[in-house]
């Protein structure tokens, strides 16, 4: 009967295992894939103007959509059932503290009407306007709204919620163009992630040196019985290998740009909102100064109306 019970104890142990561990994979493929997805609109921005009809764009926003809708609690009905949420029920509450936000805008668009649709429309205006780091950045600082909308092991409850915040400052360096009136709005379906882009094998160095030594081996142990006019191969798979070291060299060459750019625009954006929060805290303390004086003047005027008194008295 014990041996039972702790059979049943190490299957729950097991299944609480197995349950972490996909969440946490879960978690990992959309922020890596998320990753992806903006270099790629950066790199395509480069070429053309993203908009609607992007394949790169539509699969960000799907990723975005995804990642947002990421554990996210159901509403709790007077009959005690529930019903699913939108995401954009989260972000019209958690936003709404963002300077000059579009929250209003989206509630009144007369075109879109389902709670999904508005959440696709403001990714669309929040990247428009160059603020959907910012957007991202403050939801997730009000974590009083995230506890209450997102179940534990959320991608915004967690790690990874910084790096989301973090990798989508490089969008801002983009002119998008979108109409909000197209059937990208549409909220009768959900949105689906298209990994294929994604999927492309590249075999390292050490596999590539691996895979030549092994065909060279097998040509010297043939050659032993062949002719010399059968050493060819072993040349050819030597051109070969130059030619795939230099495909590599180009491609970390073209990654590094990237990258450059990328942190570049990073390292911009920190600095634009350093020197705003210098000019802030100036005009903070220019206002607690002007402050100190009135209060000052307050404080004689109210001591010399005390000293009348007390003489007229």
């Given at each position: 009967?014990?041996?039972?019970?702790?059979?049943?104890?190490?299957?729950?142990?097991?299944?609480?295992?197995?349950?972490?561990?996909?969440?946490?994979?879960?978690r990992r493929?959309?922020?890596?894939?998320?990753?992806?997805?903006?270099?790629?609109?950066?790199?395509?921005?480069?070429?053309?103007?993203?908009?609607?009809?992007?394949?790169?764009?539509?699969?960000?926003?799907?990723?975005?959509?995804?990642?947002?809708?990421?554990?996210?609690?159901?509403?709790?009905?007077?009959?005690g059932y529930?019903?699913?949420?939108?995401?954009?029920?989260?972000?019209?509450?958690?936003?709404?503290?963002?300077?000059?936000?579009?929250?209003?805008?989206?509630?009144?668009?007369?075109?879109?009407?389902?709670?999904?649709?508005?959440?696709?429309?403001?990714?669309?205006?929040?990247?428009?306007?160059?603020?959907?780091?910012?957007?991202?950045?403050?939801?997730?600082?009000?974590?009083?709204?995230?506890?209450?909308?997102?179940?534990?092991?959320?991608?915004?409850?967690?790690?990874?919620?910084?790096?989301?915040?973090?990798?989508?400052?490089?969008?801002?360096?983009?002119?998008f163009s979108?109409?909000?009136?197209?059937?990208?709005?549409?909220?009768?379906?959900?949105?689906?992630?298209?990994?294929?882009?994604?999927?492309?094998?590249?075999?390292?160095?050490?596999?590539?040196?691996?895979?030549?030594?092994?065909?060279?081996?097998?040509?010297?142990?043939?050659?032993?019985?062949?002719?010399?006019?059968?050493?060819?191969?072993?040349?050819?798979?030597?051109?070969?290998?130059?030619?795939?070291?230099?495909?590599?060299?180009?491609?970390?060459?073209?990654?590094?740009?990237?990258?450059?750019?990328?942190?570049?625009?990073?390292?911009?954006?920190?600095?634009?909102?350093?020197?705003?929060?210098?000019?802030?805290?100036?005009?903070?303390?220019?206002?607690?100064?002007?402050?100190?004086?009135?209060?000052?003047?307050?404080?004689?005027?109210?001591?010399?109306?005390?000293?009348?008194?007390?003489?007229?008295?």
């Open positions: 009967m014990a041996s039972f019970g702790l059979g049943g104890v190490n299957a729950a142990s097991r299944r609480k295992s197995v349950q972490s561990r996909n969440a946490a994979v879960e493929n959309l922020i890596t894939v998320c990753r992806f997805s903006v270099k790629t609109l950066i790199d395509r921005s480069c070429f053309e103007t993203i908009d609607d009809s992007s394949p790169e764009f539509n699969n960000f926003a799907a990723i975005l959509e995804q990642i947002l809708s990421h554990r996210l609690k159901g509403q709790i009905s007077w009959f529930e019903s699913p949420r939108s995401f954009w029920d989260y972000i019209k509450i958690a936003c709404r503290k963002v300077s000059h936000n579009c929250i209003c805008s989206i509630e009144n668009m007369e075109n879109v009407s389902s709670s999904r649709a508005k959440g696709r429309a403001w990714i669309r205006v929040a990247l428009m306007e160059k603020h959907l780091s910012e957007y991202i950045s403050t939801a997730l600082r009000d974590f009083k709204t995230t506890r209450r909308f997102y179940e534990d092991g959320a991608i915004v409850m967690g790690e990874e919620a910084n790096m989301l915040a973090g990798m989508l400052l490089g969008l801002n360096a983009i002119d979108f109409c909000l009136k197209g059937e990208g709005l549409d909220g009768n379906y959900p949105a689906v992630i298209d990994y294929t882009p994604y999927l492309k094998f590249t075999q390292s160095s050490d596999s590539i040196s691996s895979d030549e030594e092994e065909l060279r081996t097998l040509g010297s142990t043939g050659s032993e019985s062949s002719t010399p006019e059968n050493i060819g191969p072993p040349f050819f798979m030597d051109e070969n290998s130059w030619y795939n070291k230099c495909k590599r060299v180009e491609q970390k060459y073209h990654l590094t740009l990237e990258q450059k750019g990328y942190l570049e625009e990073l390292v911009r954006l920190r600095e634009a909102k350093l020197a705003e929060s210098i000019t802030q805290n100036k005009l903070l303390r220019q206002k607690i100064e002007a402050m100190d004086v009135a209060h000052k003047m307050e404080k004689e005027q109210l001591e010399y109306i005390i000293v009348e008194l007390q003489d007229q008295l």
